[in-house]
């Protein structure tokens, strides 16, 4: 393997690895999606939006190396994600009022959700304590940063289009029904 391993290059390869694992997340929702027939409530769409919007940050600093702007992009998808995820939680919090969907692991997905988020934050915020990724490159990278970063990019552009087509496609173009009892 030719190439440099130094701070920035590992980084960029854990970013890389960072965005899999958030679009696996996403991969995940429409698996019970589709195979469970569950369909996506408004809510859980937004939540989608906002695991893609972090990924896609991961990816940003995968592809052309760390920087604080990309962090801030992943970031703002994280509170994003945060903020509809507490919603939705707080819609099923009180004694009486259901859940939707059934849970994974004694969990609902969009309490997942708000835990993958704000494990992100954090993971994020320990990362960017490592100053020396943001140094200029010291020398190409090892082939597999670039294989990663692309691969991420590729799952990344799929899954936001996917996202974007069956949303519009369970919306019919319109608002979002609150109570969805069909998938696609």
């Known amino acids: 393997m030719t190439g440099t391993w130094d701070t ?3 980084v960029r390869l854990l970013n890389g690895l960072g965005a899999l694992v958030v679009f696996s997340v996403v991969f995940g929702a429409y698996g019970i999606q589709f195979i469970f027939l569950e369909p996506p409530c ?3 769409l937004l939540i989608r939006i906002g695991m893609i ?3 896609l940050g991961l990816v940003l600093n995968a592809m052309y190396g760390p920087k604080p702007i990309h962090y801030g992009f992943a970031l703002l998808g994280c509170i994003f ?5 507490l919603r939705n939680i707080a819609l099923h919090i009180v ?3 259901g859940s939707y969907g059934d849970a994974v692991f004694g ?3 969009y309490t997942w959700a708000f835990l993958v988020f704000m494990a ?3 993971v994020i915020a320990v990362v960017m304590f490592f100053q020396r990724q943001f140094d200029p490159p010291s ?3 090892p082939k597999i940063v670039t294989v990663v970063a692309t691969i991420a990019l590729i799952v990344g552009i799929v899954l936001s289009a996917a996202n974007a087509f069956t949303t519009a496609v369970e919306c019919e173009l319109g608002p979002c029904p609150d109570n969805p009892t069909r998938v696609l």
């Open 95 to 97: 004694p009486g009022t």
């Open 120 to 122: 992100m934050i954090i």
């Open 53 to 55: 919007a972090t990924g």
């Open 107 to 109: 969990f609902h997905l």
């Open 8 to 10: 920035r290059t590992v």
């Open 81 to 85: 994600g945060v903020i509809v995820s």
């Open 139 to 141: 020398g190409p990278s």
């Open 42 to 44: 408004p809510l859980c």
